[in-house]
């Protein structure tokens, strides 16, 4: 069965610094993978997405993410914070046998001034 | 504006009551998934339906029910709500022919007492 688990329940970076936010996900073909934002009192929408070709994906907001399948990895990058980056944060790959998301536990993102 | 509406945004509940969460898209999607958000469990998939007239279990079905008249309405119904079905509801749909793009509604707030 496929996984996701994302690496910290909570990240905290100042305004202006990098934003990394991990995500290792289990598979036995090549995977379809989803971030998606959440923030607060809000529903989940789509960050970004990756399901073939390129290897980095550009999102919404700065955010990017890579596919590394070496590494069985899909890490969201943002090169510089900004305060309105605050928000849960979460991964997910696509079920093979029924094309349900299998979803991470999510991070939250912190920024401190 | 288009999107999915949820009702109630909030509601407490006395244990042993039956309550039902609305759900109404007007994007025309196929697929639509409930799912319940506990802290530090991330979205877990209650139930969900690919198309109107069928429905699905998913992760935690027990305690729960849905139906699926139309393609716009998607209900979920507690028959007798316990305290452990105390969680953060929120409905989805599904782009059609879309990879794994959900469109998220605002959530329901239940509290069960």
């Known amino acids: 069965a496929q996984s996701v688990t994302q690496l910290g329940s909570h990240v905290s970076v100042s305004e202006g610094a990098l934003v990394l936010l991990r995500c290792n996900y289990s598979?036995?073909?090549?995977?379809?993978l989803f971030w998606y934002v959440q923030y607060p009192n809000q529903g989940l929408q789509l960050l970004l997405k990756?399901?073939?070709?390129a290897t980095l994906v550009k999102g919404i907001n700065g955010f990017e993410a890579e596919f590394k399948k070496s590494e069985t990895s899909f890490h969201l990058t943002k090169p510089s914070a900004h305060m309105s980056d605050a928000a849960e944060y979460f991964c997910?790959?696509?079920?093979?046998?029924?094309?349900?998301?299998?979803w991470g536990a999510g991070t939250k993102l912190i920024i401190k001034p | 504006i288009a999107g999915i509406t949820q009702a109630p945004t909030s509601q407490i509940l006395a244990a042993g009551r039956r309550m039902t969460l609305r759900c109404t898209q007007d994007?025309?999607?196929?697929?639509m998934y409930w799912y319940r958000q506990d802290l530090g469990l991330g979205l877990r998939l209650i139930h969900y339906?690919?198309?109107?007239?069928?429905?699905g279990k998913g992760e935690v079905p027990d305690g729960y029910s849905v139906s699926r008249a139309n393609t716009d309405d998607f209900p979920l119904t507690l028959a007798s709500a316990v305290p452990s079905q105390t969680s953060v509801y929120f409905c989805?749909?599904?782009?059609?022919?879309?990879?794994?793009?959900?469109?998220f509604g605002e959530g329901s707030r239940l509290t069960v007492l």
């Open positions: 339906s690919n198309t109107a007239g069928t429905t």
């Open positions: 598979s036995s073909v090549p995977p379809y």
């Open positions: 997910a790959v696509r079920e093979d046998s029924n094309y349900q998301l299998i």
């Open positions: 989805a749909s599904k782009i059609n022919g879309a990879a794994g793009e959900l469109f």
């Open positions: 994007m025309r999607h196929n697929a």
């Open positions: 990756y399901t073939t070709g």
